[in-house]
Protein backbone atom coordinates (compact mmCIF):
# COMPACT_ATOMS: atom_id res chain seq x y z
CA UNK A 1 0.00 0.00 0.00
CA UNK A 2 1.32 3.59 -1.35
CA UNK A 3 1.36 5.58 1.92
CA UNK A 4 2.18 8.71 0.07
CA UNK A 5 0.59 9.14 -3.59
CA UNK A 6 2.41 11.50 -6.15
CA UNK A 7 1.52 13.14 -8.96
CA UNK A 8 1.59 13.54 -12.14
CA UNK A 9 4.60 10.71 -12.82
CA UNK A 10 5.88 12.91 -15.62
CA UNK A 11 6.10 16.64 -15.90
CA UNK A 12 7.37 18.91 -18.70
CA UNK A 13 7.12 22.79 -18.48
CA UNK A 14 8.64 25.40 -20.57
CA UNK A 15 11.42 27.33 -18.98
CA UNK A 16 10.30 30.21 -17.12
CA UNK A 17 7.21 28.19 -16.24
CA UNK A 18 5.89 26.88 -12.83
CA UNK A 19 6.56 23.15 -12.15
CA UNK A 20 3.61 22.19 -9.80
CA UNK A 21 3.71 17.92 -8.05
CA UNK A 22 1.10 16.91 -5.94
CA UNK A 23 1.68 14.33 -3.01
CA UNK A 24 -1.57 13.08 -0.71
CA UNK A 25 -0.92 10.78 2.31
CA UNK A 26 -3.44 8.87 4.77
CA UNK A 27 -1.62 8.53 7.84
CA UNK A 28 -2.23 11.59 9.72
CA UNK A 29 0.30 11.07 12.15
CA UNK A 30 2.83 12.43 9.33
CA UNK A 31 4.39 15.05 11.02
CA UNK A 32 6.93 16.07 8.50
CA UNK A 33 6.99 16.44 4.77
CA UNK A 34 10.14 16.72 2.63
CA UNK A 35 11.12 16.71 -0.98
CA UNK A 36 13.67 15.14 -2.30
CA UNK A 37 15.58 16.21 -5.85
CA UNK A 38 16.91 13.23 -7.45
CA UNK A 39 19.51 13.68 -10.58
CA UNK A 40 20.41 11.00 -12.89
CA UNK A 41 22.92 8.57 -11.32
CA UNK A 42 23.48 9.94 -7.91
CA UNK A 43 21.18 10.00 -4.90
CA UNK A 44 18.03 11.65 -3.29
CA UNK A 45 18.67 15.16 -1.93
CA UNK A 46 16.69 17.41 0.61
CA UNK A 47 15.21 20.17 -1.36
CA UNK A 48 12.82 21.47 1.04
CA UNK A 49 10.69 20.05 4.14
CA UNK A 50 7.68 21.50 5.80
CA UNK A 51 6.05 20.53 9.19
CA UNK A 52 1.97 20.58 9.31
CA UNK A 53 2.02 24.05 11.66
CA UNK A 54 2.31 26.11 8.67
CA UNK A 55 0.66 25.99 5.38
CA UNK A 56 3.38 27.42 3.69
CA UNK A 57 7.08 27.44 3.33
CA UNK A 58 9.17 28.97 0.28
CA UNK A 59 13.03 28.61 -0.24
CA UNK A 60 14.10 30.56 -3.03
CA UNK A 61 12.20 29.53 -6.44
CA UNK A 62 10.75 26.29 -4.24
CA UNK A 63 7.56 26.93 -2.44
CA UNK A 64 5.66 24.00 -0.09
CA UNK A 65 1.90 24.60 -0.20
CA UNK A 66 0.40 21.97 2.89
CA UNK A 67 -3.14 21.45 3.06
CA UNK A 68 -3.49 19.40 6.64
CA UNK A 69 -7.70 19.10 6.49
CA UNK A 70 -7.28 17.34 3.45
CA UNK A 71 -3.68 15.96 3.65
CA UNK A 72 -2.54 16.83 0.93
CA UNK A 73 0.91 18.77 0.15
CA UNK A 74 2.75 19.95 -2.99
CA UNK A 75 5.79 21.27 -4.19
CA UNK A 76 5.38 24.46 -6.80
CA UNK A 77 8.84 25.50 -8.87
CA UNK A 78 8.66 29.12 -9.83
CA UNK A 79 10.65 30.32 -12.79
CA UNK A 80 11.36 26.30 -14.04
CA UNK A 81 14.81 26.67 -15.28
CA UNK A 82 16.43 23.47 -17.22
CA UNK A 83 18.81 23.02 -14.65
CA UNK A 84 15.74 22.34 -12.69
CA UNK A 85 15.04 18.72 -14.66
CA UNK A 86 15.46 15.68 -12.54
CA UNK A 87 12.96 13.23 -10.35
CA UNK A 88 11.40 14.88 -7.65
CA UNK A 89 10.21 12.92 -5.06
CA UNK A 90 7.52 13.63 -2.27
CA UNK A 91 8.04 11.91 1.43
CA UNK A 92 6.59 11.41 4.66
CA UNK A 93 7.47 10.43 8.16
CA UNK A 94 6.51 10.41 11.88
CA UNK A 95 8.66 11.72 14.38
CA UNK A 96 10.25 8.53 16.63
CA UNK A 97 9.51 6.41 13.67
CA UNK A 98 12.45 5.93 11.04
CA UNK A 99 11.30 5.43 7.86
CA UNK A 100 11.09 7.96 5.28
CA UNK A 101 8.04 6.95 3.33
CA UNK A 102 8.23 7.84 -0.70
CA UNK A 103 6.25 9.01 -3.03
CA UNK A 104 6.47 7.31 -6.49
CA UNK A 105 8.54 10.26 -8.04
CA UNK A 106 8.00 12.83 -10.72
CA UNK A 107 10.24 13.42 -13.72
CA UNK A 108 10.56 17.35 -14.39
CA UNK A 109 11.66 17.72 -17.88
CA UNK A 110 11.97 21.94 -18.37
CA UNK A 111 12.37 22.31 -21.98
CA UNK A 112 14.57 25.72 -23.01
CA UNK B 1 27.90 16.16 -2.53
CA UNK B 2 26.52 14.79 0.48
CA UNK B 3 29.19 13.30 2.33
CA UNK B 4 27.88 9.95 2.60
CA UNK B 5 30.18 7.19 0.29
CA UNK B 6 29.22 3.97 -1.02
CA UNK B 7 31.06 1.05 -2.56
CA UNK B 8 30.95 -0.34 -5.56
CA UNK B 9 29.44 2.00 -7.73
CA UNK B 10 27.78 -1.03 -9.92
CA UNK B 11 27.77 -4.67 -9.42
CA UNK B 12 27.05 -7.17 -12.02
CA UNK B 13 26.46 -11.26 -10.67
CA UNK B 14 24.66 -13.97 -11.02
CA UNK B 15 21.26 -15.55 -9.51
CA UNK B 16 22.01 -17.48 -6.19
CA UNK B 17 25.34 -15.15 -5.29
CA UNK B 18 26.16 -12.94 -2.24
CA UNK B 19 26.97 -9.41 -2.80
CA UNK B 20 28.22 -7.01 0.04
CA UNK B 21 27.26 -3.21 -0.38
CA UNK B 22 29.18 -0.98 2.05
CA UNK B 23 28.18 2.50 3.31
CA UNK B 24 30.14 5.11 5.24
CA UNK B 25 27.95 7.83 6.86
CA UNK B 26 28.84 11.56 7.08
CA UNK B 27 31.56 12.42 9.86
CA UNK B 28 29.53 12.49 12.80
CA UNK B 29 25.93 10.75 11.49
CA UNK B 30 25.16 8.41 13.91
CA UNK B 31 22.05 6.41 11.90
CA UNK B 32 22.59 4.65 8.97
CA UNK B 33 19.64 3.77 6.72
CA UNK B 34 19.37 1.69 3.77
CA UNK B 35 16.50 2.13 1.27
CA UNK B 36 15.95 -0.16 -2.52
CA UNK B 37 15.24 1.72 -5.16
CA UNK B 38 13.26 -0.01 -8.37
CA UNK B 39 11.45 0.53 -10.84
CA UNK B 40 8.13 -1.22 -9.96
CA UNK B 41 8.73 -0.17 -6.42
CA UNK B 42 10.09 3.02 -6.25
CA UNK B 43 12.21 4.01 -3.22
CA UNK B 44 11.74 1.65 -0.22
CA UNK B 45 13.46 1.37 3.14
CA UNK B 46 14.79 -1.72 4.15
CA UNK B 47 16.35 -0.92 7.89
CA UNK B 48 18.41 1.43 9.91
CA UNK B 49 20.92 0.96 12.47
CA UNK B 50 22.04 3.57 15.00
CA UNK B 51 25.52 3.04 16.97
CA UNK B 52 26.10 -0.09 15.91
CA UNK B 53 22.76 -1.54 16.95
CA UNK B 54 19.42 -2.17 14.65
CA UNK B 55 16.83 0.31 15.49
CA UNK B 56 13.58 -0.07 12.66
CA UNK B 57 13.30 -2.64 9.88
CA UNK B 58 10.96 -2.18 6.96
CA UNK B 59 10.21 -4.45 3.97
CA UNK B 60 13.64 -6.23 4.15
CA UNK B 61 13.65 -9.83 2.60
CA UNK B 62 15.27 -12.39 5.50
CA UNK B 63 17.73 -13.32 2.93
CA UNK B 64 18.93 -9.73 3.55
CA UNK B 65 20.73 -8.62 6.02
CA UNK B 66 23.01 -5.67 7.77
CA UNK B 67 25.33 -4.61 10.20
CA UNK B 68 26.97 -1.45 11.41
CA UNK B 69 30.44 -1.48 12.52
CA UNK B 70 32.32 0.58 15.80
CA UNK B 71 33.72 2.89 12.84
CA UNK B 72 29.93 3.29 11.80
CA UNK B 73 30.58 2.31 8.40
CA UNK B 74 27.72 -0.57 7.67
CA UNK B 75 27.02 -3.46 5.20
CA UNK B 76 24.29 -4.49 3.39
CA UNK B 77 24.55 -8.04 2.94
CA UNK B 78 22.40 -9.65 -0.26
CA UNK B 79 22.33 -13.42 -0.54
CA UNK B 80 20.37 -15.90 -2.68
CA UNK B 81 20.06 -13.29 -5.31
CA UNK B 82 16.73 -13.74 -7.73
CA UNK B 83 16.65 -11.79 -10.90
CA UNK B 84 14.41 -9.37 -8.99
CA UNK B 85 16.53 -7.84 -6.22
CA UNK B 86 18.15 -5.79 -9.12
CA UNK B 87 18.02 -2.55 -8.00
CA UNK B 88 19.67 0.63 -6.90
CA UNK B 89 20.40 0.63 -2.80
CA UNK B 90 21.07 3.63 -0.99
CA UNK B 91 22.65 3.98 2.22
CA UNK B 92 21.18 7.39 4.19
CA UNK B 93 22.66 8.79 7.39
CA UNK B 94 21.63 11.29 9.82
CA UNK B 95 22.28 12.90 12.80
CA UNK B 96 20.75 10.48 15.89
CA UNK B 97 17.70 9.00 14.28
CA UNK B 98 16.27 8.84 18.28
CA UNK B 99 12.38 9.41 18.64
CA UNK B 100 13.06 12.96 20.16
CA UNK B 101 13.09 14.74 16.79
CA UNK B 102 13.56 14.01 12.93
CA UNK B 103 16.94 14.77 11.26
CA UNK B 104 17.82 15.21 7.51
CA UNK B 105 18.26 12.03 6.09
CA UNK B 106 21.24 12.82 4.04
CA UNK B 107 21.66 10.19 1.05
CA UNK B 108 24.51 8.22 -0.83
CA UNK B 109 25.25 8.16 -4.68
CA UNK B 110 24.01 4.24 -4.58
CA UNK B 111 25.17 1.27 -5.62
CA UNK B 112 23.48 -0.35 -8.91
CA UNK B 113 23.48 -3.81 -8.58
CA UNK B 114 21.95 -6.04 -11.47
CA UNK B 115 21.54 -10.01 -11.21
CA UNK B 116 21.55 -12.23 -14.46
Known amino acids: QQQVKQSPQSLIVQKGGISIINCAYE??????FPWYQQFPGKGPALLIA?????SEKKEGRFTISFNKSAKQFSLHIMDSQPGDSATYFC???????????FGTGTRLTVIP | DSGVTQTPKHLITATGQRVTLRCSPR?????VYWYQQSLDQGLQFLIQ???????AKGNILERFSAQQFPDLHSELNLSSLELGDSALYFC???????????????FGPGTRLTVL
Open chain 2, 27 to 31: SGDLS
Open chain 2, 92 to 106: ASSVTGTSQRTDTQY
Open chain 1, 91 to 101: AAIQTGANNLF
Open chain 2, 49 to 55: YYNGEER
Open chain 1, 27 to 32: NTAFDY
Open chain 1, 50 to 54: IRPDV
